[in-house]
T-cell receptor, first 113, second 111 residues
Framework: DAGVTQSPTHLIKTRGQQVTLRCSPKSGHDTVSWYQQALGQGPQFIFQ???????QRGNFPDRFSGHQFPNYSSELNVNALLLGDSALYLC????????????FGPGTRLTVT | EDQVTQSPEALRLQEGESSSLNCSYT??????LFWYRQDPGKGPEFLFTLYSAGEEKEKERLKATLTKKESFLHITAPKPEDSATYLCAVQWGTSGSRLTFGEGTQLTVNP
């Protein structure tokens, strides 16, 4: 049973550029959430997708956008990259509904120079 | 305003020396408290979900408990492979299914 997968593993970008990160959920899951984790801190919720729509959003600017495809996979896009966007980006999948466990992928390490 | 606070920030134990990690929360209407383990550079690994005060769950050397204000992760006779950062997260009130995380406790178990 494949778990949550993310690509790429690592990414280096320059300030002002745009980046796209990808996530495939665990088999059977239909909901994908994205989190940003700065070094030494807990993950911060960016947004959640269900049925190809953004269902919830955290306190992140509009530079952060996403998409969910009919096969439940998801993309996170970040425009106009800032140095402060350097972090580990985590994708988590779950079943729809509250209080279900979220299972995380290995993350994408983004470095903005 | 911190909604989830974990203590201590870091903990060093000798192999076999049992201890507890704390996660306190100030959210209203807790709907679930989650414990995760995270190894350096990896994604968090799910350990437990607790839903109501008084609930306990165990897995190998780990036992999680929940009260109305906090949760404890008890580690019995830890081994070096238990070294990791332990994160707790909550779902609460009108927050939907998003997870609100604490900063984590970095555990090191020396042989």
């Amino acid at each position: 049973d494949a778990g949550v997968t993310q690509s790429p593993t690592h990414l280096i970008k320059t300030r002002g550029q745009q980046v796209t990160l990808r996530c495939s959920p665990k088999s059977g899951h239909d909901t994908v959430s994205w989190y940003q984790q700065a070094l030494g801190q807990g993950p911060q919720f960016i947004f959640q997708y269900y049925e190809e729509e953004e269902r919830q959003r955290g306190n992140f600017p509009d530079r952060f956008s996403g998409h969910q495809f009919p096969n439940y996979s998801s993309e996170l896009n970040v425009n106009a990259l800032l140095l402060g966007d350097s972090a580990l980006y985590l994708c988590a999948s779950s079943l729809a509904g509250d209080s279900y466990e979220q299972y995380f992928g290995p993350g994408t390490r983004l470095t903005v120079t | 305003e911190d909604q989830v606070t974990q203590s201590p920030e870091a903990l060093r134990l000798q192999e076999g020396e049992s201890s507890s990690l704390n996660c306190s929360y100030t959210v209203s209407g807790l709907r679930g408290l989650f414990w995760y383990r995270q190894d350096p550079g990896k994604g968090p690994e799910f350990l437990f979900t607790l839903y109501s005060a008084g609930e306990e769950k165990e897995k190998e050397r780990l036992k999680a408990t929940l009260t109305k204000k906090e949760s404890f992760l008890h580690i019995t006779a830890p081994k070096p492979e238990d070294s990791a950062t332990y994160l707790c997260a909550v779902q609460w009130g009108t927050s939907g299914s998003r997870l609100t995380f604490g900063e984590g406790t970095q555990l090191t178990v020396n042989p």
